[in-house]
């Protein structure tokens, strides 16, 4: 079966640096546009920044000059790299794809608005 796996979340001090990947695995045929969202405490899911497939980003005003993301098609990844990290970045931070096929046998199958379990992001001193 087809998973996301997130990893490279934890504790860092505020002004810090993380880095976070998220790898698909399975039969992937392809992948369209793929994305990092955060949750904190008590509040909706939100998205923190989008890459396509041709690489074509997009950030929340938020992150803006402090993140960035970027992919690697062949492996099926996704990274966020987070510098100047501040207290509120603090959340559980979620790989998603927008839209994904993979073989299941010799079918095609389709996947869509598929998420990673989270890994937790805590930015306190």
């Known amino acids: 079966q087809v998973q996301l796996v997130e990893s490279g979340g934890g504790l860092v001090q505020p002004g810090g640096s993380l880095g976070l990947s998220c790898a698909a695995s399975g039969s992937i045929f392809s992948i369209n546009a793929m994305g990092w969202y955060r949750q904190a405490p008590g509040k909706q899911r939100e998205l923190v920044a989008s890459?396509?497939?041709?690489?074509?980003?997009n950030y929340s005003d938020s992150v803006k000059g402090r993140f960035t993301i970027s992919r690697d098609n062949a492996k099926n990844t996704v990274s966020l790299q987070m510098n100047s990290l501040k207290p509120e970045d603090t959340a559980v931070y979620y790989c998603?794809?927008?839209?994904?096929?993979?073989?299941?046998?010799?079918?095609?199958?389709?996947?869509?608005?598929?998420w990673g379990q989270g890994t937790q992001v805590t930015v306190s001193s």
């Open positions: 998603n794809a927008d839209r994904l096929s993979y073989y299941s046998g010799s079918f095609l199958t389709y996947l869509y608005n598929y």
């Open positions: 890459i396509t497939s041709g690489g074509s980003t």
